[in-house]
């Protein structure tokens, strides 16, 4: 099976995204790193499309690491599964958490 440059660059950027830093992954690859970064752009909730334009214009400001649409979706996913957002009416949102008493 024959695969485009694209999906070579694609694939080596997935397996060089993981949950935390490493020897080999840059912090700001991480998914804990990009989901913050997503939570912080989450001041009210937005489309996906918004928040990818957003986290777009975020790396070219800060100058971060290029991270794709994919990895992108990633972190949503990272996040989901955290219970820090949720989707309603085709918007994120993140979830604000309440302090528990002891």
């Not at 400001?61 to 989707?87: G, H, K, R």
């Not at 918007?91 to 528990?100: G, M, T």
């Amino acid at each position: 099976m024959l695969l485009i440059k694209d999906d070579i660059i694609r694939e080596k950027e997935l397996r060089e995204t993981m949950l935390l830093p490493g020897k080999y992954i840059h912090p700001e690859r991480t998914l804990v790193s990009i989901g913050a970064k997503i939570i912080y752009l989450l001041q009210r909730p937005q489309s996906v499309s918004k928040l990818w334009n957003d986290y777009k214009r975020m790396q070219e400001d800060e100058q971060l690491p290029v991270v794709s649409f994919d990895v992108f979706v990633n972190a949503l996913c990272f996040l989901y599964t955290m219970n820090a957002i949720e989707m309603k009416n085709q918007a994120i949102r993140r979830i604000e958490h309440a302090e528990k008493s002891l």
